[in-house]
């Protein structure tokens, strides 16, 4: 089963707003959509968020699904849809391409910079599934570039779990219990796709790395929809270098879903969509909390 995010292409079309780009790395053309909001058209430099897609996805449908083109509309950050190798980040895991992504992703960064005001202090990243994975590999290797990152369904490679990042980077995971592809407790990826380390494995990672609290803020969720099969818990932990936090959401009978999403795949086959939060406006709340010193 391809991962979150080669969704069907239901919804509204892409954004009048949103532009096809290429640039070269390693002698390889790679390609991302770009969204410029009114707003950060001008001199005054905006945020950049990277938002990456899941495994076998792509940037057209992960703008339709995630609708943070939409939000960047309303809140005047810029966003980059990358579009990777044959449809899979080189995460940390080894097990789909040799294309050096955490380049491509610094490489993009550069480029929008360059033709945009972007404020170097604001750059995310966010990502479901491989793009989630790929999104904690970028903090860990591009700390000095990143701010904060949101990992959706995903955690940390275990090949990539004994890298140190060289600064703080606040980090968001949004996992469910039930995930059938990637399991909360880690381990072996369905479909022979590698191994990630367990949600709260990851989540220690983070709280050493930026010098964190050890004892969390603890918060049970409003089950806004009974029906959905999940309840979620909020668990933070505060006080790192730089202001820097890490945050995780525990979506307890959640599967490989996107809370507040669509139900892309039949509940056999992904598991349960929460509806007890939209995952695309509490990452970008997060996000924007932080910026680099």
């Known amino acids: 089963m391809k991962s979150l995010l080669l969704l069907a292409a239901a919804g509204c ?7 096809k780009r290429t640039i070269e790395v390693d002698g390889r053309e790679r390609r991302y959509l770009l969204h410029v909001p009114p707003a950060a058209r001008g001199e005054k430099a905006a945020p950049l968020l ?16 995630t609708k943070f083109s939409a939000l960047s509309d309303r809140e005047g950050f810029l966003v980059a849809y990358p579009d990777a190798v044959a449809g899979h980040w080189n995460d940390g895991r080894g097990t789909f391409t ?3 992504d955490v380049k491509f992703a610094e490489a993009l960064i550069d480029a929008v910079a360059k033709d945009h005001a972007v404020d170097p202090r604001r750059v995310y990243a966010a990502g479901a599934s491989n793009g989630g994975i790929m999104s904690q590999y970028l903090a860990l290797k591009l700390s000095r570039r990143i701010a904060a990152i949101a990992c959706v369904i995903g955690s940390v490679a275990k090949p990539a779990a004994g890298l140190k990042p060289d600064a703080p980077v606040s980090v968001l995971i949004m996992n469910g219990t039930d995930d059938p592809l990637v399991p909360f407790d880690g381990g ?17 990672l983070w709280v050493r790395a930026n010098g964190c609290r050890e004892a ?27 202001g820097s936090e890490v945050v995780l959401y525990t979506v307890k009978g959640g599967g490989h879903t996107w809370p507040g999403g669509s139900q892309y ?3 056999a086959l992904i598991g349960k969509t929460s509806r007890d939060l939209d ?11 932080h910026a680099r010193e």
Do not use: C, M, N, Y
């Not at 079309?13 to 532009?19: C, F, M, P």
């Not at 792509?58 to 339709?64: D, L, N, P, V």
């Open 216 to 242: 969390p803020e603890v918060e049970e969720l409003p089950d806004a929809d009974p029906k959905d099969g999940t309840r979620i818990v909020k668990e933070t932990w505060p006080g790192g270098r730089g």
């Open 50 to 65: 990277l938002v990456l897609h899941g495994g076998g996805g792509s940037a057209k449908h992960t703008e339709r699904f």
């Open 279 to 289: 995952a695309t406006s509490e990452i970008w709340k997060f996000l924007s909390h």
């Open 188 to 204: 072996a990826v369905a479909r022979s796709r590698g191994e990630v380390i367990g949600t709260r494995d990851a989540v220690r």
């Open 265 to 267: 795949l039949a509940e």
């Open 98 to 100: 040799d294309a050096d």
């Open 13 to 19: 079309a892409a954004d009048e707003h949103t532009v």
